[in-house]
């Protein structure tokens, strides 16, 4: 392949983008088996696959925007905020660190192998066309959403990936190039 044309890989990590707003438009199931698949073959040192994702559509939204407002202890319209902020996408995957008992591999390396999951899993819902967006928040390691998850005391929370379809106006503009040396540094 030429040096100028970059690989399907490079293209699809370069033209990713972070969408705030979605449609009502999720992939099914039946479309997010084969993705998964895919994100499961991330580097995992051990083969320990320390990680699972939740699949939340419909109540199960509602039960978490419930979970995020009493993990916040807010009333009124700010304890709506939160109630309502699940529901901003009709799939949200929740992307969960599954520590595994390993004299070779700690927690920590764990919890990269489940967040380069996420990670994976996000580049390809976008190469296939759904606007995806990693989110977190103050209160996404709470006692409630924890139990809303139902997490054991071996998992930890990283975030949810909230997926939808593009709106047609919601287009991020291009990200300005970053000085590669100005990250990459030599001994």
């Known amino acids: 392949m030429p ?7 490079a293209a699809a990590v370069s033209t990713r983008r972070s ?27 051990g083969a320990l696959r320390p990680w699972r994702l939740i699949e939340l559509r ?4 509602e039960r978490l925007g419930e979970a995020l407002a009493a993990a916040s202890g807010h009333t009124g319209m700010d304890r709506a905020r939160l109630v309502a902020k699940p529901l901003r996408a009709e799939l949200l995957i929740a992307v969960v660190a599954c520590r595994r008992d390993s004299a070779k591999v700690a927690d920590w390396e764990q919890d990269v192998a489940a967040a380069g999951v996420g ?20 209160h996404t390691r709470s006692a409630a959403v924890r139990e809303m998850h139902d997490l054991s005391a071996t998992e ?8 939808g379809g593009i709106p047609d106006d919601a287009r991020p503009a291009p990200r300005p190039p970053l000085a590669p040396e100005d990250f990459l540094t030599a001994l």
């Open 3 to 9: 040096a100028d044309t970059p690989s399907p890989l």
């Open 19 to 45: 969408y705030s707003r979605v449609t009502a438009d999720a992939p099914s199931r039946a479309e997010l088996m084969p993705l998964v698949a895919l994100a499961a073959q991330v580097a995992d040192h």
């Open 58 to 61: 419909g109540e199960a939204r």
């Open 119 to 138: 990670h994976a899993l996000s580049l390809l819902l976008d190469d296939a066309g759904w606007g995806v967006m990693w989110r977190t928040g103050p």
């Open 156 to 163: 930890e929370l990283l975030g949810w990936l909230y997926v």
